[in-house]
């Protein structure tokens, strides 16, 4: 299993709820991500944070709101979404050629 | 802007058959290429990392090739087995630090005992 974890795994939500999803890793990386995987498209960035700082957003709607309070810690919070932000969310870290992505979160915006 | 595109899209084979899966990338100056593995529901694992200045690497039964300057790399299973069976992804980096990778839309490999 890899050393990122992600919750919930699963989220079901009307568009006028609000939601945040969490990140979270341990094994010392100084950068993380956020990506969106949709059915047939290839992943795709959104955000980016370095050393706890964001130094990415590939012109993500507002809606969505990434924060990043320490290292290990990698939040996406969710407001008034689409029908069309429907995914899998992933969460990555990584430091220098070394990779790790957590299982993602599966969203369903109804 | 970068992209990576990944054919075929799926791939269906019999047990034991060697295949390729095939990686091109639209500007040459990457800094490495990645081949990662995704079972249903779950995230990526890294496969297979190339730097820019290598040719090959392998591991077990892989073998990923990079040929930089004609935007191509190649990952190569010999005898497939069932539980080979996953989407197969191509990522590039195009510098160091932490510059994001960029994804192709994967192959989806299907291997028939």
């Known amino acids: 299993e890899t050393g990122v974890t992600q919750t919930p795994r699963h989220l079901v939500m009307g568009m006028t709820n609000k939601k945040s999803l969490k990140c979270e890793q341990h094994?010392?990386?100084?950068?993380m991500y956020w990506y969106k995987q949709s059915a047939k498209k290839p992943l795709e960035l959104m955000f980016v944070?370095?050393?706890?700082?964001?130094?990415e957003n590939n012109s993500v709607p507002s809606r969505f709101s990434p924060e990043c309070p320490n290292s290990s810690h990698l939040f996406l919070h969710l407001h008034t979404l689409q029908p069309e932000d429907s995914a899998l969310y992933l969460c990555?870290?990584?430091?220098?050629?070394?990779?790790?992505f957590g299982p993602g979160t599966r969203l369903l915006v109804l | 802007k970068q992209e990576v595109t990944q054919i075929p899209a799926a791939l269906s084979v019999p047990e034991g058959e060697n295949l390729v899966l095939n990686c091109s990338f639209t500007?040459?100056?990457?800094?490495?290429l990645q081949w990662f593995r995704q079972d249903p529901g779950k995230g990526l694992t890294s496969l297979l990392l190339?730097?820019?200045?290598?040719r090959e690497q392998t591991s077990g039964r892989l073998n990923a090739s990079l040929d930089k300057s004609s935007g191509r790399s190649t990952l190569y299973i010999a005898a497939s087995q069932p539980g080979d069976s996953a989407t197969y992804l191509c990522?590039?980096?195009?510098?160091?630090?932490?510059?994001?990778?960029?994804f192709g839309k994967g192959t989806r490999l299907s291997v028939i005992a």
């Open positions: 990555a870290s990584s430091q220098d050629d070394s990779w790790y």
């Open positions: 094994l010392g990386h100084n950068a």
């Open positions: 500007d040459s100056a990457i800094y490495n």
């Open positions: 944070y370095s050393l706890e700082e964001r130094v």
């Open positions: 990522a590039v980096r195009e510098n160091s630090g932490n510059t994001p990778l960029v």
């Open positions: 190339i730097q820019s200045s290598q």
